[in-house]
């Protein structure tokens, strides 16, 4: 069976979207798209991705009026949280250490969740699922 071999794009609505790109841009290192198609797309380091319908009623993005979400990979989850909170963005760290790693969250200037993971476990390991 031919499989899809990653995700090629996150697409969401904003009310700002040039000022919302250059956030996470600045922040988190998610580059703008490129204005041409002369120019490559950003790229990411390979790894782990969950792919998750949640259910409708879900607390996991923010609140009943969100409906949307992203968890961006990080390798040192501590470091990202320090230089977000030292350009005065709230950051929330979860206190639990999971089996597959650590979690921290936060919002965008558009109140989205953003969700921070340092993988750990399986997924840190580069065990990947076999197809079948």
């Given amino acids: 069976m031919e499989r899809v071999t990653g995700i090629g ?6 009310e700002r ?12 290192g998610v580059e703008a798209p490129p204005e041409t198609y ?5 790229w990411q380091q390979s790894g ?4 998750a319908a949640m259910p409708a009623d879900s607390d996991h993005f923010g609140g009943p009026h969100k409906t949307w979400s992203v968890n961006f990979r990080v390798a040192d989850l ?23 790693g650590r979690f921290a969250t936060l919002t965008d200037p558009e109140d989205n969740v ?17 197809p079948g």
């Fill in 9 to 14: 794009g996150v697409f969401f609505r904003a």
């Fill in 17 to 28: 979207p040039d000022e919302l790109t250059a956030w996470y841009e600045r922040h988190l």
């Fill in 38 to 42: 002369d120019t490559p797309s950003w």
């Fill in 48 to 51: 782990p991705t969950v792919f």
């Fill in 78 to 100: 501590d470091l990202m949280v320090s230089q977000l909170r030292q350009a005065g963005i709230v950051v929330d760290v979860d206190p639990e250490i999971y089996p597959n």
């Fill in 114 to 130: 953003v969700q921070l993971w340092e993988p750990a476990g399986a997924d840190a390991a580069g065990v990947a699922t076999d």
